[in-house]
């Protein structure tokens, strides 16, 4: 038998390729699991193509998270990450998973697991077909120094470089693709704050190279000053919050802008300080622990990050009550109107980059020949609104590996086979 290559002929869309060039007509041909022709399709290249009439729907790269957490469970109960029992836990990941790919995230980078190894069995269910959801590189739990836990019940607890070492080479031992140091506090805990760093230089520089030595990287929670810098001086590869970087982080983030990283998580700021009132947590209480400041401190060095070309991605902390998951492209909103991204630069931010973050830039974030079919059929224009992104139903194919995650059935059309030729995949009108 001869196998055939499923293709899929999106005709007629406004191409956002996420290069920087403004969105043009024509068409996009996928031929298993790659982009083959992007603008204008040779129609011999088209024969037995499934079509999806565009009728000038944007086509777009599926989105990144940059710091993802499919273990996080909706709840304003920080403890009950811990006291969830694994089985149900295991049952919620995987519903993330689903609502990730559900929300146009074909990419997330994952920032913390509150079990050991709830994310990798994840990855590993999603790489195998088993179950849907975004590419995912797992994390395991977060490391945390005694006294230097934001949740204790899901902090694998390390001391002193020997210390640091261990717990890297055991999370490596799990399966994990990045290992996450919780650096600094968090106000909403109420005992350790955002500005103290937890973490020596000695521990850093120790679980960098341990994971280094592996071909693994670091992120951090880094909230602090201080760890921001130490970051830097240690090449962690993924800076998450940087809340109060200063002058001399600033300078030290843009003279290493050719690797660095920075995902702020912003929503978690904005929805802590005006949203959690419904989970017990009002805007005066997140006033007098320091959130406003803390946001406004965000919102001034993200801008500058922008000005200088450090590499700020969307994504962050979605999966708490006030901010439950689904809600991830509200990250793209306070980009463009918070951080001063051109609604272009932010579609660039969570699809190219995103490809970057993912450690593939060459096949992931662009709508470009030979990338992975990773696509958005989008009704609307995001660079006019980009709020449409936030809108489900607006998503109307959602497409990763150049198989369809979502359909809308009532635009198939089929190109008619060339003599000779017969199936290829074609799909039955209204599927
Ligand atoms: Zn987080």
Known sequence: MPTTTSKTLFRDVSILDSTGADPYRGDVLVEGDRITAVGSVDPSRTDGARVVEGRGRTLMSGLCDAHTHFTWNNSADLDGLGTMPVEEHLLFAIESARTYIDSGYTMCL????????????????????????????????????????LIKSITKFADGPEGMRKAVRELIDIGVDQIKLSMTGEEITGTQRAEDTYFSDEEVAAAVAEAHRRGKRVCAHARSAESVKMCVRHHVDVIYHASFTDAEGMDMLEANKD????????????????????????????????????????????????????????????????????????????????????????????????????????ELGKVQPGYLADLLLVDGDPLADITVLQDRTKLHYIMKDGKFHKEAGDDVAATPPLPGNVDRNQAPAGV
């Not at 990855?123 to 490391?143: F, M, Q, T, V």
């Not at 912003?266 to 959130?291: C, D, K, S």
């Not at 979605?318 to 051109?342: C, I, K, M, N, S």
Request: charged share 20%.
């Open 259 to 362: 690797w660095v990283f920075v995902a702020p998580g912003i929503n978690w700021l904005v929805a802590t300080l005006y949203e959690a009132e419904a989970f017990g947590f009002p805007q005066e209480a997140a006033e007098a622990v320091g959130y406003k400041k803390e946001l406004e401190m965000a919102i001034a060095g993200l801008r500058e990050m922008h000005r200088r070309g450090i590499k700020v991605l969307p994504g962050g902390d979605y999966g708490f009550a006030w901010t439950p998951h689904g809600t991830y492209a509200r990250d793209l909103q306070h980009f463009v109107e918070l951080l001063g991204f051109t609604p272009m630069e932010a579609i660039i931010s969570a699809t190219a980059w995103g490809g970057e973050i993912m450690l593939r830039p060459d």
């Open 110 to 149: 994952g920032a913390a697991s509150a079990k050991d190894r709830l994310d990798v069995v994840c990855r590993d269910a999603i790489n195998a077909g088993r179950i849907p959801g975004p590419r995912y590189l797992a994390n395991g739990p977060e490391i945390a120094v005694t006294g230097g836990a």
